[in-house]
């Protein structure tokens, strides 16, 4: 069962805009990570924050978690065409081997 | 590393046959995970091994599914008899996991888009 569900589901921006999409989850983790699937392909890992962190950033990422409302976002600065993809967010429960994902927000970046 | 390896990418298949899907992850990894893609359904776990053993596969959604991993750097998914609605895309992946728990993130495959008519 899904236990992340983003928000919103599908988004569409101008290049060079910045993109936010949201994650919410019902109990608590050990860290939640973002992923993003190419059409067409496997999902890719794009960054993993812990449960006692509370903002990462990695290159034009930054993900930002919020324990005591239990939800995650996702910020992609001066986005590109290249950005287009669905991103999902997943997490990890305390202790927990499984990695639960989302339904994916669904981005495009128009040219 | 080439990363983890699926093969094949895509597989049409008649209501029926079996169908193998086989996945080399990383080396080093020590975890193995079996999901499943629908528009449905999103991404499910099928399920999971840690040291070549299967540890849960209470996703695994009938006993047409069965899944093996006979070593370190192979597994496979077997449908046996396949049907329509087991038409998805199948994701094999790895990990490094730490006394049972994701500290890590997950490399998946490209996947093996499943046609069963």
């Known amino acids: 069962s899904q236990q992340g569900e983003e928000d919103p589901q599908a988004l569409s921006i101008q290049e060079g805009e910045n993109a936010t999409m949201n994650c919410s989850y019902k109990?608590?983790?050990?860290?939640l990570q973002w992923y993003r699937q190419n059409s067409g392909r496997g999902l890719v890992h794009l960054i993993l924050?812990?449960?006692?962190?509370r903002e990462k950033h990695s290159g034009r990422l930054r993900v930002t978690l919020d324990t005591s409302k239990k939800s995650s976002s996702l910020l992609i600065t001066a986005s590109r065409a290249a950005d287009t993809a669905s991103y999902f967010c997943?997490?990890?429960?305390?202790?927990?081997?499984?990695?639960?994902f989302g339904k994916g927000t669904k981005l495009s970046v128009i040219p | 590393d080439a990363g983890v390896i699926q093969s094949p990418r895509h597989e049409v298949t008649e209501m029926g046959q079996e169908v193998t899907l086989r996945c080399k992850p990383i080396?080093?990894?020590?975890?193995l995970f079996w999901y499943r893609q629908t528009m449905m359904r999103g991404l499910e776990l099928l399920i999971y091994?840690?040291?070549?053993?299967?540890?849960?596969d209470s996703g695994m959604p009938e006993d047409r599914f069965s899944a093996k991993m006979p070593n370190a750097s192979f597994s496979t998914l077997k449908i046996q008899p396949s049907e329509p609605r087991d038409s998805a895309v199948y994701f094999c992946?790895?990990?490094?996991?730490?006394?049972?728990?994701?500290?890590?993130?997950?490399?998946f495959g490209s996947g093996t888009r499943l046609t069963v008519v």
């Open positions: 997943a997490t990890a429960g305390a202790g927990s081997y499984q990695l639960t």
């Open positions: 080396s080093g990894h020590n975890s």
């Open positions: 992946a790895s990990s490094f996991l730490a006394g049972g728990a994701t500290n890590y993130g997950y490399t």
């Open positions: 109990t608590s983790i050990n860290n």
């Open positions: 091994f840690n040291n070549n053993v299967p540890i849960d």
């Open positions: 924050i812990r449960s006692n962190e």
